[in-house]
């Protein structure tokens, strides 16, 4: 497998503590920006088919808004119930103002 980074916006795109979908190739992500931070995630809950970007996003967590369940978007996990599987996160770099997420892709 290799990392490809993909150019998925500019930085400014993405509001303090207001997640924002991206589809990157096959993959739907949710971006935030804490403390001036850019992470990305899957953007599907993995307890119900609810968007992570529609949540609440609280310091470091992102609460479903269906069920309420919450993830850490530094590390994916899984943080109280209903959920029980954690979700994907991806490597995000920053150069200028634009920001990129490394994809894993086989080779």
């Given amino acids: 497998m290799t990392e490809n980074w993909i150019d998925v916006c500019a930085t400014e795109e993405i509001d303090e503590d207001i997640p924002l979908a991206k589809t990157v190739g096959n993959h739907e992500i949710a971006l935030y ?3 001036d931070i850019v992470y990305a995630t899957d953007n ?3 307890h119900g088919n609810a968007r992570l970007c529609d949540g609440y996003l609280e310091g470091h967590e992102i609460e479903c808004p269906l069920h309420q369940g919450r993830f ?3 590390n994916g996990r899984a943080l ?3 959920l ?3 979700i994907g996160v991806y490597p ?3 150069e200028g103002k634009r920001v990129f997420v490394g994809i894993e892709e086989s080779t």
């Fill in 72 to 74: 850490d978007i530094r």
């Fill in 33 to 35: 920006r804490v403390e």
């Fill in 84 to 86: 029980t599987k954690n």
């Fill in 44 to 46: 599907l809950c993995t």
């Fill in 80 to 82: 109280c119930a209903p």
């Fill in 92 to 94: 995000v770099k920053a």
